[in-house]
Protein backbone atom coordinates (compact mmCIF):
# COMPACT_ATOMS: atom_id res chain seq x y z
CA UNK A 1 0.00 0.00 0.00
CA UNK A 2 2.76 2.65 0.78
CA UNK A 3 4.19 2.07 -2.92
CA UNK A 4 0.73 2.49 -4.49
CA UNK A 5 0.21 6.09 -2.34
CA UNK A 6 4.15 7.19 -2.85
CA UNK A 7 3.31 6.57 -7.24
CA UNK A 8 -0.47 8.53 -6.53
CA UNK A 9 1.62 11.28 -4.75
CA UNK A 10 3.77 11.31 -7.31
CA UNK A 11 1.33 11.37 -10.21
CA UNK A 12 0.06 14.49 -8.73
CA UNK A 13 2.58 16.10 -9.69
CA UNK A 14 2.48 16.16 -13.78
CA UNK A 15 -1.67 15.98 -12.92
CA UNK A 16 -1.55 19.62 -11.25
CA UNK A 17 1.31 20.61 -13.92
CA UNK A 18 -0.94 19.83 -16.64
CA UNK A 19 -3.81 21.84 -15.33
CA UNK A 20 -2.00 24.92 -15.17
CA UNK A 21 -0.20 24.59 -17.77
CA UNK A 22 -3.72 24.47 -20.01
CA UNK A 23 -4.95 27.11 -17.87
CA UNK A 24 -2.20 29.58 -18.44
CA UNK A 25 -2.12 28.95 -21.84
CA UNK A 26 -5.94 29.28 -22.00
CA UNK A 27 -5.58 33.08 -20.14
CA UNK A 28 -3.09 34.28 -22.60
CA UNK A 29 -5.24 34.04 -26.00
CA UNK A 30 -8.23 35.37 -23.42
CA UNK A 31 -9.28 39.13 -24.39
CA UNK A 32 -8.95 41.24 -21.32
CA UNK A 33 -6.48 41.58 -18.80
CA UNK A 34 -5.10 43.23 -15.85
CA UNK A 35 -3.41 45.96 -17.60
CA UNK A 36 -6.49 46.80 -19.93
CA UNK A 37 -8.40 46.73 -16.92
CA UNK A 38 -6.51 49.77 -15.57
CA UNK A 39 -6.99 51.38 -18.33
CA UNK A 40 -10.43 51.14 -18.46
CA UNK A 41 -11.01 52.22 -14.95
CA UNK A 42 -8.60 55.35 -16.11
CA UNK A 43 -10.99 56.43 -18.79
CA UNK A 44 -14.22 55.82 -16.90
CA UNK A 45 -15.03 52.55 -19.20
CA UNK A 46 -14.84 49.67 -16.06
CA UNK A 47 -18.56 48.55 -15.54
CA UNK A 48 -20.12 45.63 -14.68
CA UNK A 49 -19.00 43.16 -12.18
CA UNK A 50 -15.30 44.85 -12.28
CA UNK A 51 -15.95 47.99 -10.60
CA UNK A 52 -17.53 46.08 -7.45
CA UNK A 53 -13.71 46.01 -6.79
CA UNK A 54 -12.74 48.65 -4.34
CA UNK A 55 -11.72 51.72 -6.95
CA UNK A 56 -8.29 52.31 -4.44
CA UNK A 57 -5.95 50.21 -7.14
CA UNK A 58 -7.32 52.61 -9.50
CA UNK A 59 -7.00 56.03 -7.53
CA UNK A 60 -3.32 54.57 -7.09
CA UNK A 61 -2.43 53.81 -10.53
CA UNK A 62 -4.11 57.27 -11.55
CA UNK A 63 -2.25 59.34 -9.73
CA UNK A 64 0.93 58.17 -11.06
CA UNK A 65 -0.09 58.13 -14.80
CA UNK A 66 -1.31 61.64 -14.19
CA UNK A 67 2.29 62.69 -12.49
CA UNK A 68 4.40 61.10 -15.49
CA UNK A 69 6.74 63.71 -17.05
CA UNK A 70 6.75 63.73 -20.77
CA UNK A 71 4.19 64.26 -23.72
CA UNK A 72 0.99 62.42 -23.83
CA UNK A 73 1.73 60.96 -26.85
CA UNK A 74 -0.40 57.88 -28.38
CA UNK A 75 1.00 54.34 -27.30
CA UNK A 76 1.59 52.31 -30.04
CA UNK A 77 0.91 48.90 -28.09
CA UNK A 78 -1.78 45.91 -28.15
CA UNK A 79 -3.82 47.39 -25.05
CA UNK A 80 -7.10 49.02 -26.52
CA UNK A 81 -8.05 52.66 -25.03
CA UNK A 82 -4.38 53.11 -24.64
CA UNK A 83 -4.05 55.73 -26.72
CA UNK A 84 -3.07 59.27 -25.08
CA UNK A 85 -1.11 57.70 -22.13
CA UNK A 86 2.07 58.23 -21.37
CA UNK A 87 4.05 54.92 -22.88
CA UNK A 88 6.33 55.00 -19.65
CA UNK A 89 3.26 54.82 -17.31
CA UNK A 90 1.75 51.49 -19.75
CA UNK A 91 5.27 50.10 -19.56
CA UNK A 92 5.17 50.52 -15.45
CA UNK A 93 1.93 48.48 -15.27
CA UNK A 94 3.14 45.60 -17.29
CA UNK A 95 5.99 46.01 -15.10
CA UNK A 96 3.67 45.76 -11.63
CA UNK A 97 1.76 42.62 -13.12
CA UNK A 98 4.64 41.07 -14.14
CA UNK A 99 3.95 41.39 -18.09
CA UNK A 100 7.22 42.85 -19.37
CA UNK A 101 8.53 38.63 -18.79
CA UNK A 102 7.99 36.44 -21.65
CA UNK A 103 5.13 34.02 -21.10
CA UNK A 104 7.05 30.73 -20.24
CA UNK A 105 9.34 32.53 -17.89
CA UNK A 106 5.72 34.14 -16.05
CA UNK A 107 4.64 30.44 -15.91
CA UNK A 108 7.71 28.85 -14.24
CA UNK A 109 7.93 31.16 -11.52
CA UNK A 110 4.40 30.83 -10.63
CA UNK A 111 4.56 27.27 -10.26
CA UNK A 112 7.88 27.80 -8.61
CA UNK A 113 5.86 29.87 -5.72
CA UNK A 114 3.15 27.69 -5.63
CA UNK A 115 5.13 24.76 -4.79
CA UNK A 116 5.69 26.57 -1.74
CA UNK A 117 2.45 27.71 -1.21
CA UNK A 118 3.78 31.77 -2.12
CA UNK A 119 0.73 32.74 -3.88
CA UNK A 120 1.91 36.47 -3.64
CA UNK A 121 -0.94 39.32 -3.65
CA UNK A 122 -3.97 40.27 -5.13
CA UNK A 123 -4.10 42.50 -8.07
CA UNK A 124 -6.85 44.88 -7.29
CA UNK A 125 -6.79 44.19 -3.78
CA UNK A 126 -3.96 44.83 -1.13
CA UNK A 127 -4.18 41.58 0.62
CA UNK A 128 -2.16 38.65 0.18
CA UNK A 129 -3.83 35.89 -1.61
CA UNK A 130 -3.61 33.65 1.06
CA UNK A 131 -4.71 35.85 3.56
CA UNK A 132 -8.10 36.73 0.93
CA UNK A 133 -8.51 32.92 0.38
CA UNK A 134 -8.27 32.56 4.40
CA UNK A 135 -11.18 34.87 4.49
CA UNK A 136 -13.34 33.00 2.54
CA UNK A 137 -12.69 29.40 3.48
CA UNK A 138 -15.05 29.79 6.86
CA UNK A 139 -18.14 29.91 4.76
CA UNK A 140 -17.03 27.28 1.76
CA UNK A 141 -15.96 24.56 4.62
CA UNK A 142 -19.48 25.30 6.10
CA UNK A 143 -21.56 24.74 2.87
CA UNK A 144 -19.62 21.80 1.44
CA UNK A 145 -19.30 19.94 4.71
CA UNK A 146 -22.41 20.28 6.24
CA UNK A 147 -24.39 19.41 3.11
CA UNK A 148 -22.17 16.46 1.79
CA UNK A 149 -22.61 15.44 5.56
CA UNK A 150 -26.45 15.86 5.64
CA UNK A 151 -27.05 14.45 2.35
CA UNK A 152 -24.77 10.58 3.33
CA UNK A 153 -26.66 10.64 6.59
CA UNK A 154 -30.27 11.16 5.14
CA UNK A 155 -29.36 9.39 1.53
CA UNK A 156 -27.81 6.10 2.39
CA UNK A 157 -30.70 4.78 5.23
CA UNK A 158 -33.21 5.91 2.43
CA UNK A 159 -31.75 4.33 0.03
CA UNK A 160 -31.02 1.00 1.68
CA UNK A 161 -34.69 1.11 2.73
CA UNK A 162 -35.98 1.53 -0.88
CA UNK A 163 -33.99 -0.77 -1.73
CA UNK A 164 -35.45 -2.84 1.00
CA UNK A 165 -39.02 -2.05 -0.08
CA UNK A 166 -38.76 -2.41 -3.96
CA UNK A 167 -42.00 -1.79 -5.57
CA UNK A 168 -43.65 -0.94 -2.68
CA UNK A 169 -45.93 2.23 -1.94
CA UNK A 170 -42.66 3.85 -0.22
CA UNK A 171 -40.99 2.93 -2.49
CA UNK A 172 -42.79 4.42 -5.62
CA UNK A 173 -43.79 7.81 -3.48
CA UNK A 174 -40.52 8.65 -2.71
CA UNK A 175 -38.92 7.95 -5.92
CA UNK A 176 -41.55 10.77 -7.20
CA UNK A 177 -40.51 12.87 -4.37
CA UNK A 178 -36.66 12.54 -5.36
CA UNK A 179 -37.03 13.04 -9.23
CA UNK A 180 -38.79 16.05 -8.42
CA UNK A 181 -36.26 17.14 -6.64
CA UNK A 182 -33.77 16.21 -8.99
CA UNK A 183 -35.49 18.16 -11.41
CA UNK A 184 -35.72 21.60 -9.29
CA UNK A 185 -32.60 23.78 -9.98
CA UNK A 186 -30.65 24.39 -6.84
CA UNK A 187 -30.99 28.15 -7.30
CA UNK A 188 -34.45 28.31 -7.70
CA UNK A 189 -34.84 25.89 -4.90
CA UNK A 190 -32.96 28.96 -3.31
CA UNK A 191 -35.41 31.31 -4.19
CA UNK A 192 -38.59 29.29 -3.78
CA UNK A 193 -37.18 28.87 -0.17
CA UNK A 194 -36.71 32.79 0.48
CA UNK A 195 -39.91 33.63 -0.91
CA UNK A 196 -41.32 31.09 1.80
CA UNK A 197 -39.35 31.33 4.76
CA UNK A 198 -37.03 34.43 4.55
CA UNK A 199 -39.05 36.90 4.22
CA UNK A 200 -40.07 37.24 0.51
CA UNK A 201 -43.76 36.97 0.82
CA UNK A 202 -45.19 34.71 3.63
CA UNK A 203 -43.11 33.97 6.96
CA UNK A 204 -39.53 35.44 8.15
CA UNK A 205 -37.85 32.66 9.85
CA UNK A 206 -34.56 32.41 8.96
CA UNK A 207 -32.58 34.98 7.82
CA UNK A 208 -31.34 36.31 3.89
CA UNK A 209 -27.64 36.83 4.22
CA UNK A 210 -24.49 36.24 6.00
CA UNK A 211 -23.28 33.14 7.50
CA UNK A 212 -23.71 34.98 11.17
CA UNK A 213 -25.77 37.54 12.91
CA UNK A 214 -24.55 40.74 13.62
CA UNK A 215 -22.77 41.00 17.19
CA UNK A 216 -22.04 37.02 16.62
CA UNK A 217 -18.80 37.58 19.01
CA UNK A 218 -20.77 38.64 21.71
CA UNK A 219 -23.66 35.64 22.34
CA UNK A 220 -22.76 33.01 24.24
CA UNK A 221 -21.02 29.70 22.87
CA UNK A 222 -24.49 27.69 22.84
CA UNK A 223 -26.22 30.61 21.39
CA UNK A 224 -23.53 30.86 18.73
CA UNK A 225 -23.74 27.33 17.80
CA UNK A 226 -27.75 27.96 17.19
CA UNK A 227 -26.48 31.45 15.32
CA UNK A 228 -24.69 29.18 12.98
CA UNK A 229 -27.22 26.58 12.23
CA UNK A 230 -29.74 29.03 11.93
CA UNK A 231 -27.92 30.78 8.87
CA UNK A 232 -27.07 27.60 6.89
CA UNK A 233 -30.33 25.53 6.76
CA UNK A 234 -31.71 27.58 3.36
CA UNK A 235 -28.41 27.39 2.14
CA UNK A 236 -27.64 23.92 2.82
CA UNK A 237 -30.79 22.60 1.78
CA UNK A 238 -30.99 24.12 -1.95
CA UNK A 239 -27.94 23.03 -2.10
CA UNK A 240 -28.36 19.55 -1.05
CA UNK A 241 -31.44 18.83 -3.28
CA UNK A 242 -29.83 17.56 -6.34
CA UNK A 243 -26.99 15.79 -4.28
CA UNK A 244 -29.05 13.60 -2.47
CA UNK A 245 -31.51 12.94 -5.02
CA UNK A 246 -28.33 11.18 -6.67
CA UNK A 247 -27.24 9.80 -3.77
CA UNK A 248 -30.39 8.02 -2.69
CA UNK A 249 -30.90 6.19 -6.26
CA UNK A 250 -27.47 5.68 -6.27
CA UNK A 251 -27.50 3.69 -2.85
CA UNK A 252 -30.61 1.83 -3.74
CA UNK A 253 -29.37 0.32 -7.32
CA UNK A 254 -26.28 -0.63 -5.51
CA UNK A 255 -27.90 -2.08 -2.62
CA UNK A 256 -30.56 -3.90 -5.26
CA UNK A 257 -27.55 -5.56 -7.28
CA UNK A 258 -26.21 -6.52 -3.90
CA UNK A 259 -29.56 -8.25 -2.84
CA UNK A 260 -29.47 -10.37 -5.72
CA UNK A 261 -26.12 -12.21 -4.95
CA UNK A 262 -25.75 -15.67 -3.93
CA UNK A 263 -24.01 -14.83 -1.04
CA UNK A 264 -27.30 -12.98 0.19
CA UNK A 265 -28.96 -15.99 -0.38
CA UNK A 266 -26.21 -18.05 1.64
CA UNK A 267 -26.17 -15.69 4.52
CA UNK A 268 -30.30 -16.09 4.39
CA UNK A 269 -29.79 -19.74 4.79
CA UNK A 270 -27.73 -20.02 7.73
CA UNK A 271 -30.04 -18.31 9.81
CA UNK A 272 -28.71 -14.34 9.69
CA UNK A 273 -31.32 -11.96 10.41
CA UNK A 274 -32.13 -9.13 7.75
CA UNK A 275 -30.04 -6.65 10.14
CA UNK A 276 -27.21 -8.92 9.57
CA UNK A 277 -27.45 -9.85 6.33
CA UNK A 278 -28.07 -6.06 5.15
CA UNK A 279 -25.40 -4.39 7.09
CA UNK A 280 -23.09 -7.10 8.14
CA UNK A 281 -23.05 -8.54 4.55
CA UNK A 282 -24.07 -6.64 1.48
CA UNK A 283 -23.24 -3.07 3.31
CA UNK A 284 -19.67 -3.31 2.55
CA UNK A 285 -19.68 -4.23 -1.07
CA UNK A 286 -22.83 -2.10 -1.81
CA UNK A 287 -21.04 1.09 -0.45
CA UNK A 288 -17.84 0.59 -2.92
CA UNK A 289 -20.30 2.48 -5.78
CA UNK A 290 -21.16 5.29 -3.16
CA UNK A 291 -17.49 6.05 -2.10
CA UNK A 292 -16.66 6.18 -5.35
CA UNK A 293 -18.58 8.99 -6.02
CA UNK A 294 -17.22 10.92 -2.88
CA UNK A 295 -14.55 13.02 -4.65
CA UNK A 296 -16.69 14.30 -6.88
CA UNK A 297 -19.40 15.40 -4.78
CA UNK A 298 -17.16 16.50 -1.73
CA UNK A 299 -15.14 18.67 -4.16
CA UNK A 300 -18.42 19.92 -6.38
CA UNK A 301 -20.35 21.33 -2.89
CA UNK A 302 -16.96 22.73 -1.43
CA UNK A 303 -16.09 25.10 -3.97
CA UNK A 304 -17.94 25.18 -7.27
CA UNK A 305 -21.33 24.05 -6.60
CA UNK A 306 -21.62 26.84 -4.12
CA UNK A 307 -21.61 29.90 -6.65
CA UNK A 308 -25.30 30.66 -7.13
CA UNK A 309 -26.33 29.52 -3.64
CA UNK A 310 -23.36 32.43 -2.63
CA UNK A 311 -25.06 35.41 -4.53
CA UNK A 312 -28.55 34.28 -3.70
CA UNK A 313 -27.96 33.95 0.37
CA UNK A 314 -24.75 37.05 0.26
CA UNK A 315 -22.40 34.12 1.91
CA UNK A 316 -18.85 35.90 0.63
CA UNK A 317 -17.20 32.33 0.10
CA UNK A 318 -14.69 30.50 -2.19
CA UNK A 319 -16.82 30.01 -5.24
CA UNK A 320 -18.23 33.71 -5.39
CA UNK A 321 -14.13 34.79 -5.17
CA UNK A 322 -12.94 32.66 -8.02
CA UNK A 323 -16.01 34.15 -10.37
CA UNK A 324 -15.24 37.68 -9.67
CA UNK A 325 -11.76 36.94 -9.77
CA UNK A 326 -11.95 35.44 -13.41
CA UNK A 327 -14.07 38.38 -14.33
CA UNK A 328 -12.11 41.19 -12.71
CA UNK A 329 -8.98 39.42 -14.25
CA UNK A 330 -7.52 39.04 -10.81
CA UNK A 331 -4.69 36.35 -12.02
CA UNK A 332 -2.95 35.66 -8.80
CA UNK A 333 -6.16 35.06 -7.08
CA UNK A 334 -7.69 33.01 -10.38
CA UNK A 335 -4.56 30.64 -9.94
CA UNK A 336 -4.34 30.15 -6.70
CA UNK A 337 -7.81 28.94 -6.64
CA UNK A 338 -7.38 26.44 -9.63
CA UNK A 339 -4.17 25.11 -7.55
CA UNK A 340 -5.76 24.63 -4.70
CA UNK A 341 -9.26 23.03 -5.95
CA UNK A 342 -6.89 20.13 -8.01
CA UNK A 343 -4.80 19.65 -5.17
CA UNK A 344 -7.93 19.01 -2.64
CA UNK A 345 -9.19 17.31 -5.47
CA UNK A 346 -6.64 14.68 -6.00
CA UNK A 347 -5.87 13.94 -2.39
CA UNK A 348 -9.64 13.47 -2.07
CA UNK A 349 -9.74 11.01 -4.46
CA UNK A 350 -6.44 9.10 -2.96
CA UNK A 351 -8.52 9.22 0.17
CA UNK A 352 -11.73 7.93 -1.67
CA UNK A 353 -9.48 4.94 -2.77
CA UNK A 354 -7.77 3.82 0.69
CA UNK A 355 -11.42 3.76 2.21
CA UNK A 356 -11.81 1.08 -0.25
CA UNK A 357 -9.49 -1.61 1.61
CA UNK A 358 -10.74 -0.62 4.72
CA UNK A 359 -14.61 -1.22 3.38
CA UNK A 360 -13.72 -4.06 1.47
CA UNK A 361 -10.14 -5.62 2.46
CA UNK A 362 -9.92 -7.98 -0.59
CA UNK A 363 -9.10 -4.85 -2.36
CA UNK A 364 -5.27 -4.53 -3.30
CA UNK A 365 -3.98 -1.49 -4.73
CA UNK A 366 -0.65 -3.52 -4.78
CA UNK A 367 -1.23 -5.04 -7.67
CA UNK A 368 -2.80 -2.23 -9.72
CA UNK A 369 -1.14 0.92 -12.12
CA UNK A 370 -1.62 3.88 -11.26
Not at 171 to 177: A, E, F, K, N, Q
Not at 238 to 245: E, I, Q, T, V
Not at 304 to 325: K, Q, R, V
Request: hydrophobic fraction near 50%; include cysteine; glycine fraction near 8%.
Amino acid sequence: MTAYIARRILFMIPTIFGIMLVSFAVVQFAPGGPVERVIAQLSGADTGATSRISGSASGDFSSRGAGASGPQAEVSSKYRGAQGLDPAFVKSLEKQFGFDKPAYERFFIMLWNYVRFDFGKSYFRDVSVLHLISEKLPVSISLGVWMTLLSYLISIPLGIRKAVRDGSQFDIWTSGVIIVGYAIPGFLFAILLIILFAGGSFFQIFPLRGLVSDGWSQFPWWQKILDYFWHLVLPIVSMGLAAFATMTLLTKNSFLEELRKQYVLTARAKGCSELQVLYGHIFRNAMLLVIAGFPAAFVSAFFAGALLIETIFSLDGLGLLSFESVLNRDYPVVFANLYIFALVGLVVNLISDLTYTWIDPRIDFETREV
